[in-house]
């Protein structure tokens, strides 16, 4: 009676190994059952010890949250429509977002900017009414913080600085 026990436990592991269960420390399929945790059957590995049961990992898989980054960063999608179309929390995908971003290398910024003096729409009209923009000179500063990316900034002069060129 005990082989045939036996036998039968040893059929059972194989179908379940068959099936993908695995030490969740470190990915062994040898273990022994060890009793129940919460209605499920508890292992316990015989490579390292640790104690799992067969449950599904905690957690949205890794695939749904490169798809949430890249529907924000590339596809230009919102959080709320992220969050309708994948059926998750708004605060998960911002998690995921931001893990992503942080995760990212800092990029490097050229240190020499091209600034140029640009007239206001009162040179082409001559005249220097108030509607017609601001009716003074503007200054434009121009930059690429990293590669593909282009910055123009729009800014009265400071008041104690010459508007002449040099």
């Known amino acids: 009676m005990i082989i045939g026990h036996l036998g039968a436990l040893s059929w059972w592991r194989s179908m379940v190994s068959a099936e993908g269960l695995r030490c969740k420390r470190c990915a062994g399929s040898d273990y022994a059952r060890s009793g129940m945790v919460r209605g499920h059957q508890r292992y ?43 059926g998750v929390s708004d605060v998960a995908v911002l ?29 082409f009209i001559k005249k220097s009414l108030p509607s017609c923009g601001c009716g003074v000179p503007m200054t434009w500063i121009s930059g690429a913080p990293w590669p593909g990316c282009w910055v123009g900034v729009m800014m009265r002069p400071a008041a104690g600085s010459s508007t002449r060129l040099a």
Not at 58 to 84: D, E, H, T
Not at 100 to 106: D, K, Q, R, S, T
Request: with cysteine; glycine share 6%; hydrophobic share 45%.
């Open 95 to 123: 998690k995921w977002v931001r893990a992503e971003a942080a995760a990212l290398p800092e990029p490097e910024v050229p240190v020499a900017a091209v600034t140029v003096e640009v007239d206001e729409m009162w040179h």
């Open 44 to 86: 316990r590995c015989r490579t390292c010890g640790c104690h799992f049961t067969d449950t599904p990992l905690r957690g949205k898989p890794p695939a749904m949250k490169a798809l949430a980054v890249l529907l924000y960063g590339m596809g230009g999608m919102s959080f709320s429509m992220i969050v309708r179309v994948l």
